[in-house]
């Protein structure tokens, strides 16, 4: 959501941001916002006087009757009425007023900060930075190859997309033996790393949640196509960055409190609404994977900004430790998320692509999500409250991890090598044949 008055009193910023997001989007949404908010003011001060009307006349009735005077009596009743009337109808448009300006700010992308590129696509994305080098490989294989030529107990395949088809149908795996073991690991580790050494407080949250918490953190209503809902009216999390940063919700946060940074590792669960034709062979794209998220709420734009690159720092760290070569891209306008005002991915190489994927996207959110959610702080002591900033990232998604370990520690006999930093996790299994 959006301050109305902000808009009202100076829409021109708005316009500009948002046709940063696309072009005249910000003229016909600015637009629309200020045809509807004159509509709803001018039903509300139409209830208003009709209330005062009401109320003035109601108190001369009585006097009326004391006197005797019917006439006079019968007169005020029917302005009473008159007064009735108009603010039932006064009512209805200033709900329905109301509610259509609420559905178009509810739709609306966040605004990008001056410093975000402007773009299209991922085309528009500028890389700030590179890590590692590529191995060179002769013939690099893919994951799913690697993962299907690998066998365990009783000959199955390590990585079994059949298996996992045959109950649940195409963008599903199933891991078995020392690979359900290196994606644990790599959880672990990620999970390990980010509360032990950068201070995120480790939480278990619910993966099922109420429409309320998709609207405050901004899935919804824009994305509710790439949700899963269940028969109960529950949506299933596409990622815990939704109940993570629901955990402030409708909540006032003293300023000593911050920041709070907080990390979960949980399932996620994503329709990949069109996404057909695009990454159908392997683990890339599923609609069901793991992740370890990265939320943190400060105060202003100032703390938000810095704890983004610390953000991003804590999510690369994880890729240094397993020495995979990333690079970090800021995203232009046309390819960052509705919510962010400012987004860095990191992507990570994948030998049999040649090229780099992401692997994690880490967001400055501002305090779009904050409003939506009712999450404020109080900066003092009986001061009035302010809309704290949010922000979230991958750190990182360990479907992704795992492949790119897969391709970037493949051996010529097909054989894994496990990275240095995950052997202890693995029971000092330090290759997986």
Known sequence: MFDIRAIRDNPEPFIRAWNRRKAGLGDESVKKILELDAK??????????????????????????????????ARLMALVADAKATIEKAGEDEEKARKALDDVLMGLPNLPLDEVPEGTDEHGNVEKGRWGEPKLINNPKDHADLGEALKGAGGFSLMDFEAAARMSGARFVALRGQMARLERALANFML???TTEHGYQEASTPILVRAEALLGTG?????????????????LISTSEISLTNLVREQIIEASQLPLRFTAHTPCFRSEAGSA?????????????????????????????????????CAEEVLKRLELPFRRMLLCTGDMGAGARKTYDLEVWLPSQNTYREISSCSYCGDFQARRMDARYRPEPKVKTEFVHTLNGSGLAVGRTLVAVLENYQNADGSITVPKALVPYMGEVDVIR
């Open 40 to 73: 709803w003011r001018a039903a509300t001060s139409a209830k208003q006087e009709a209330e005062s009307a009401r109320n003035a006349n109601s108190k001369l009735i009585g006097q009326a009757k004391a006197k005797k005077d019917e006439a006079e009596a």
């Open 219 to 235: 899935q919804l209503p824009k994305f509710e196509e790439d949700m899963f809902k269940t028969t109960s009216g529950h949506y």
């Open 277 to 313: 034709g695009r990454d159908t062979k392997g683990m890339i794209r599923q609609h069901q994977f793991y992740k370890v998220e990265l939320v943190s709420i400060v105060a202003n734009e100032e703390e938000g900004l810095a704890e983004l690159e610390r953000m991003t720092g």
């Open 192 to 194: 390990d790393i980010q």
